[in-house]
């Protein structure tokens, strides 16, 4: 089977936008960093490496479909960030518009009556729910954590333990 044009330029299309997620999520791992807030750091660290191999899935499959997938440019993401709330506030909003990315793939794939890559893009689909949901629990527990002196530390300490859970959900 070989991929339709249409479908071929979405799926490079995708490429980008997984691959910004990766430049971005890295920025932000470095601005933690700098601000000492080492547990959302380690978070953000390994985001960047998901969306690395999210793009890299996208990139070896549309080879194996017999298209030819094309190396994305890099555009310079922010480096710095009013504050670690807005930071995830940002990361959320990000996920949203990737899902509505997903989506619209999966659209282009009914449309070109392409099943192989409709059901290689349900794994997506399943992943950008996980990744939303896991993004609001980050902001909501923010939210109750408030915004205290301390609220800093407790914010990264939460981050940390949701980052250790998530990274140990991914190894089972
Ligand atoms: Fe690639 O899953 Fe987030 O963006």
Redesign the pocket.
């Known amino acids: 089977m070989s991929l339709s044009k249409k479908m071929e330029g979405a799926l490079n299309d995708q490429l980008i936008?997984?691959d910004y997620?990766s430049n971005l999520y890295l920025s932000m791992a470095s601005w933690c960093e700098s601000q000492t807030l080492d547990g959302c750091a380690e978070f953000m660290y390994r985001?960047a490496d998901?969306?690395r191999m999210?793009m890299l899935k996208i990139f070896h499959y549309i080879n194996e479909v017999d298209g030819h997938a094309l190396s994305p440019g890099i555009d310079q993401p922010p480096h710095n960030w009013p504050s670690v709330q807005e930071m995830f506030h940002e990361v959320y909003q990000?996920?949203q518009k990737?899902t509505s990315a997903i989506n619209n793939l999966v659209e282009v794939a009914l449309a070109e009556k392409d099943h192989s890559t409709y059901n290689f893009l349900q794994w997506?689909v399943d992943?950008?729910r996980e990744?939303e949901t896991l993004m609001r629990t980050i902001l909501d527990r923010i939210k109750l954590i408030g915004d205290g002196p301390q609220s800093l530390y407790y914010i990264d300490k939460e981050v940390r333990t949701i980052n250790a859970k998530a990274e140990k959900a991914e190894s089972i």
Do not use: K
């Open positions: 936008l997984e997620a985001q998901e969306e999210h990000h996920e990737v997506y992943e950008q990744e």
